[in-house]
């Protein structure tokens, strides 16, 4: 089975990148279930960088054909699938709408905070007989934050560093009420899929970060149409060079050791003694759990 330290979850075209070879698509279940498709596993050449190419896998969120909807996407099971690669790092691939006059349809944020207004979604890996409870004052990693940020500045897109990202449960779009709610929250964007796949990804002790990409205003602007899925659709298209340019060159910044706290998210975090934690829980959850189990 191929690997990868790196992952691309996004749309369902991202893996068709100039210079990605070798590629492979791989099938897997996990104990939570089926992935959203097919995880796509290539070598990207990066020349530029003095690198003789770099292991990247890419996963469609809502399945090739767009056919799972944002409350329906089974994010543990990807979250663990990828982690089952080998995955260290995902660059996750969010369309927005925006709650600021200065983030315009066609920017890109770089967010470092979220807000959680889902409500029917499972959010964690642990549950029944453990108990895990893992920081997360700062959602997304810091580190691969600033090189999506950087590189999105050397690609030439018009991109802003840092803000907050409220993920509301969908699939229905906010009323006006809400959209102001969130503005006097002073909140940047609104989207759908950033959790809980950014918690179960610091389950994981996986580094996540996000390029948000504008698509709207979503509905606060009385001097715009409110947002339709046509119109995200549209805007997406738009950007899908740009957010494989801005892949490319992240992936030659990346660093090779992970220095952040992601990567060692759960060794104060697991509270239940390894004794009563149940055998079959323990099997499925020794990707995740495992050496400090164990260890125990």
Known sequence: MPTA?????????????????????VSLSTPFGKPSDKIVVGKLVLRQEGLEGVSVAFLPRH???HRIPPIDVPFRANIYALKSLGVERIIAINSVGSLREDLKPGDLLIPDQLIDRTR???????????????????????VLSDVLYDAARAAGATVHKGGTYVVMEGPAFSTRAESHLYRSWGASVIGMTALPEAKLAREAE???AS????????????DCAPVTAE???NTLRQNIAMAKNIIKLSLGKVPAKRDCECATA????????SDLIPAQ????????????VRKA
């Open 5 to 25: 330290k790196i992952a691309v979850i996004g749309g369902s075209g991202l893996y068709e990148i100039e210079g990605i070879s070798g590629v492979e698509e």
């Open 120 to 142: 029917s979604r499972v959010n964690t890996f642990f549950r029944e007989s453990i108990a895990v409870h893992i920081p997360f004052a700062d959602p997304f990693c810091p």
């Open 63 to 65: 399945g090739r054909g």
């Open 231 to 233: 119109i995200i659709i």
């Open 281 to 292: 829980q323990k099997k499925d959850l020794d990707l995740l759990i495992g050496k400090y």
């Open 206 to 208: 996986i580094c996540y």
């Open 211 to 222: 390029i948000a990409c504008v698509t709207d205003y979503d509905c606060w602007r009385t």
């Open 266 to 273: 759960l060794k104060t975090a697991i509270v239940t003694n």
